[in-house]
């Protein structure tokens, strides 16, 4: 037989008795301690057929972050996450906490394996305990083996026996003892083929146990022996050698070891022995696994890497493999696993997960078609997939109160290339927006919330550039699990998009379009807020119309005649006032005659609800400099009520804007400019009248056109657009009347000096 070459692991004396902080004082037991048999009735339970593992009448439930330590035929013992050690009866799930451990023993026979018999120590830290419980879950009687006279240490235990290891100075000998009758009988195993430096117990089967040692001054002690020792004879009767550390599986007819060769953890061997004859031997490859595990149920091989559903990376191996002993292909079983034990009866439980049945505790038994199946039978309620556990996504956005936040819970946090894809329903226009996930977050194991703060932009994900329509939307929330256990997540739903309407908006996206004429030619540029800097953009133009040369004045009066979309009025040379209805699509209806005799008056403006009532009005100064206030009626037809004085003297300003609301107050504002370039403040009152005039600075006489925007920023004030030769700024609204605006930002507008903003 070859010997693999495997690396040597420090040796430390008395490797098994290290030097540990240990509790003193009362153990933490729920069972007394004697030297003779005894019965616990409170806890007993109908002995199970001696040929069979009693089935669960029903699943049951185990706690999250569990591993399983050990199965008899009537239960099986587990660890929970605070290391409460504790038993679970398969008849009626009920639960018996047993102990507290200082450590976790999921790769030994600390306590017990392959048994009802649990075996419970004296100290919290089980490897130090010196009076040894062996209590039957089945009977619920118990009986002790005290280790002090004979000056062993403990190592684990197999049904009634207890293996020890006697400290020979410089080796090591174990030994095994049971408790006949009140009686202690203690056996030296014999027929090791070197002797000893360290020993451990880490695999069992009924009537048999699987000791690791390190052969003393043995080819440099460059490997470590597994042997098989018959209990009832205390023999060997099996020998291999395996890497260091490795973990062992032991049934009936086969041994199996698999662990890192050389240490290299690319380099991973398992392999797989008949028992007594070490010459059928086969040799597996499985490929980069880091903390492996192995089982054996009937003649297939389990093996993995133990790793949480949280835990790994998809270039890794995540799942547990059967294959068949003498070495055809693997297939996967469980999607990721954790911890795993022999049954009595030849079968596995294992602790882990499938994307089907979720977390929890897994029994591996050959199934009708000659193959390893996994059953669950306790589950710990989580899901292995990732899935959303919960969600809070408004059903309506409201874009105009505030940018829309949705968040949804997933399962587990190692997740990557997580994206938020909103769809408009009608147009099919998409905004994929990516969430990062943070490195500690996505470690943590736990839960996590993943958060959409949506500004309102559909378009390409590294450039959005457009606002929202108002209508019906899908999202789809994607992830990808970063350890590759389970599919990609997907998960969808619907909601809408509302606004109030707006006076410039004329897509029904709540953002303000501005009208373009130049010539004869109308066009329309809708207006979004670029995500990176906050600045005001605009898309490309688009034609609304020709022929508008026909007219000296064309002016946005918002929504005048009844319908939820910005209405246009243009007048004439004949001083016929002319309204287009705006249809929310970015077009405009067929002009409707208002009416004649509007040629005297030299400046008309709209677009502000200076009475309240909701809706648009318009504001007309005469040639003799009286302000004219006409309301909007609702009603295409006749869109505007009759003219109210508003006042006098209107002529000293050569600009005449209405506004909206900018200074807070209870309607929309008006701004002049005289002839020296201040511009003045009028606050509406909201009764079609305004408060007197507050000056709110010089230098305005720069700016050819001043627009009434409307609200270019949603924050809920309305904003004022002016133009300086072929540059375009915006002043936001504060909402403060002593200083109505804030500082001037240049926009991403584009125009030339003659063309005519509306």
Known sequence: MTHPVISRRPWTPGRSARSRRLLTGAVALTLAVTAGPLVAPAVAATPAAAGATAAPAQQLKIAPGSEILSAGRTGFLSVAADETVSWTRYADGETTELARDDGTFTDSTMHGTASDVVALGDAPYLPSSKKITLRDMATGSSTVIDLTPYGYSYAGAV??????????????????????????TDRAVTGLRFPARDMAAVAGEPGAVVLRYEPD???????????????????VTHHTLGADFSRVALSGTHVAVMGHENNNRDDMKLEVEKRGDNQQRTTHSPGRMYDPMVGLVGNWVLYGTKRKVHEGWANFPQGLYAMPADGYAAHKVMDHATSVTPTPDGDLLVMGGTTEHGEGLYRVSVGAFAEPVAKLIAGTGEPTKVTVLDSEVPAVAE???GRWKARWRLSRPNVEEVAVTLRHTASGVEREVEIPIDSEVSTSGKPTWIELDWDGLLGPSYAPDRAAPNGDYTWRLTAKPTNGVGPDLSASGTFKVARKP??????????????????????????????????LKTRDA?????????????????????ADHGDVVARDRDGVLWLYLGKGDGTFDGPVRIGAGWGDYTRLTGGGDVDGDGRGDLLARDSAGVLWLYKGTGNWKAPFAPRVRIGAGWNIYDRITSVGDVAGGPAGDVVARDKNGVL????????????RPVRIGAGWGAYSQMVGVGDADADGKADLVVTSDDQVYVYHGTGNWKAPFAPRELTGVHKSRSDELA
């Open 502 to 535: 707006a006076p410039h908006d004329y897509t029904d996206n709540g953002s303000p379009d501005l009208l373009i004429r130049s010539g004869g030619d109308l066009t329309r540029t809708d207006t979004y807020r670029d995500p990176e800097n906050g600045r």
């Open 680 to 691: 003045w403040s009028y606050l509406g009152k909201g009764d079609g009248t305004f408060d």
């Open 399 to 401: 874009m105009d109160k």
């Open 542 to 562: 688009e034609k609304a119309g020709w022929g508008w040369d026909i007219y000296n004045q064309v002016t946005a009066v918002g929504n005048v005649a009844g």
């Open 159 to 184: 049904g009634t026996s207890v293996i020890a290891l006697k400290d020979s100075g410089k080796t090591r000998e174990a030994h095994i003892l049971e408790n006949v009758g009140g009686k202690v």
């Open 217 to 235: 001054d043995v080819i440099g002690s460059l490997f470590s022996e597994y042997i098989v020792v018959d209990l009832a004879s205390a023999k």
